[in-house]
């Protein structure tokens, strides 16, 4: 992924869980088979209250939305890969939260699909939905374009050369610690 996302925002705040991000009813779908993988992303967020909007237009696959903004807690609730899966399917290339369910950033990494980066202030009222925003993943900031505003972001640490590599298995073939699949 790019090192810079620039783009619009989508602004949730606290708690949302991941069946907010993505349903259960649509767990069926199988993300390894690519028509369902955009099929999944087309559902991202759908389980949000209408109060948000709409994240996914209707007929579309992808987001206008980039970047995710949220407040504390982002993924809580079950563990299912699913979540970060059904964002990034759907376009979105980092989520910056106040704080995460550890688990959820864990499937970050693990899937690769999306950057967890962690703000060190609450951002959720200081941005708008549709407002655009760049995202440097070297610099550790978030700029909001209209103000020029910038905000620091927590190192992602060890969890970025993962997520960098394409996810968990790609990172370990990437670096010799398991060979590449058999065909």
Do not use: W
Not at 38 to 62: N, T
Request: aromatic share 8%; hydrophobic share 45%.
């Amino acid at each position: 992924m790019a090192a810079v996302v620039r783009g619009k925002v989508f602004v949730v705040d606290d708690n949302i869980d991941t069946d907010q991000i993505i349903p259960a009813e649509y767990l069926t779908l199988v993300p390894s088979k690519p028509e369902e993988y955009e099929k999944l992303g087309s559902y991202a967020l759908v389980g949000l209250p209408d109060r948000y909007g709409q994240f996914v237009a209707d007929g579309a696959i992808k987001t206008e939305y980039p970047i995710v903004i949220a407040g504390e807690n982002f993924g809580c609730g079950s563990s299912r890969e699913h979540a970060p899966i059904a964002l990034g399917a759907a376009g979105v290339q980092a989520v910056v939260a106040q704080s995460y369910a550890r688990i959820f950033f864990r499937n970050c990494a693990a899937t690769g699909e999306l950057y967890p980066c962690e703000s060190q202030e609450r951002l959720c009222e200081g941005f708008a939905t549709g407002e655009e925003a760049i995202l440097d993943l070297e610099a550790l900031t978030l700029t909001k374009t209209a103000t020029g505003e910038v905000f620091a972001l927590a190192p992602l640490g060890d969890v970025k050369p993962v997520i960098d590599a394409g996810g968990l298995f790609a990172y370990a073939r990437q670096t010799g610690m398991i060979g590449a699949p058999i065909s």
